[in-house]
């Protein structure tokens, strides 16, 4: 069972590029979110989706775009990197409800030079 | 503004003893209250959770102690095994479980 999948693991881009970092569920989740890590931060919601062509923006949702047309895929588009957003992303999904634990997937590093 | 304040940054026992982690959030909406614990490499995962409806969960050798009227929660390892060294995450949600409020994490050195 594959769980949460994140693609690529490691990405160095420059500033101004843009790119698409992919997140895959196998587990027939409705929620699925992203979040970033920073150091001394902890982990800040971007956007977050709580059903196929339904998205939302969370806490810090500026210079990314989602977009929801599977259950499965969730992916997180950077239009014009910059050095701020260098970071580690995490993909998480979920069943609807209270309580629902969230499952994460292991991460992509982004360096944006 | 960070709602869920976490401390210490980091924390260094020795095997055996008692590690102790704690938070204070200030959004009384929230009701759900999760333990994520992260190894180098890899995603957060969950490790206890708990709702304000009662005081204290245990599990194995993790126990959640809960204070409303303070709203405070801390994370007890007991026992603490240098297995157990990792980096653990505070987080809070309101009504429901998808939109998660992070502490600023916990790196915890458990000495052999």
């Known amino acids: 069972n594959a769980g949460v999948t994140q693609t690529p693991k490691f990405q160095v881009l420059k500033t101004g590029q843009s790119m698409t970092l992919q997140c895959a569920q196998d587990m027939n989740h409705e929620y699925m979110s992203w979040y970033r890590q920073d150091p001394g931060m902890g982990l800040r919601l971007i956007h977050y989706s709580v059903g196929a062509g339904i998205t939302d923006q969370g806490e810090v949702p500026n210079g990314y775009n989602v977009s929801r047309s599977t259950t499965e895929d969730f992916p997180l588009r950077l239009l014009s990197a910059a050095p701020s957003q260098t970071s580690v992303y995490f993909c998480?999904?979920?069943?609807?409800?209270?309580?629902?634990?969230?499952?994460f997937g292991d991460g992509t590093r982004l360096s944006i030079l | 503004q960070q709602q869920v304040k976490q401390s210490p940054q980091s924390l260094i026992v020795q095997k055996g003893g008692i590690s102790i982690i704690n938070c204070a959030y200030e959004?009384?909406?929230?009701?759900?209250f999760p333990w994520y614990q992260q190894f180098p490499g890899k995603g957060p995962a969950l490790l206890i959770a708990i709702r304000p409806d009662v005081s204290e969960k245990k599990e194995g050798r993790f126990t959640i102690s809960f204070n409303k009227s303070a709203k405070q929660f801390s994370l007890h390892i007991m026992d603490s095994q240098p297995g157990d060294s990792a980096t653990y995450f505070c987080a809070a949600s309101a009504v429901s479980g998808s939109r998660l409020t992070f502490g600023e994490g916990t790196q915890l050195t458990v000495n052999p």
């Open positions: 998480a999904s979920s069943s609807p409800g209270n309580n629902q634990p969230q499952h």
């Open positions: 959004n009384t909406a929230f009701d759900y």
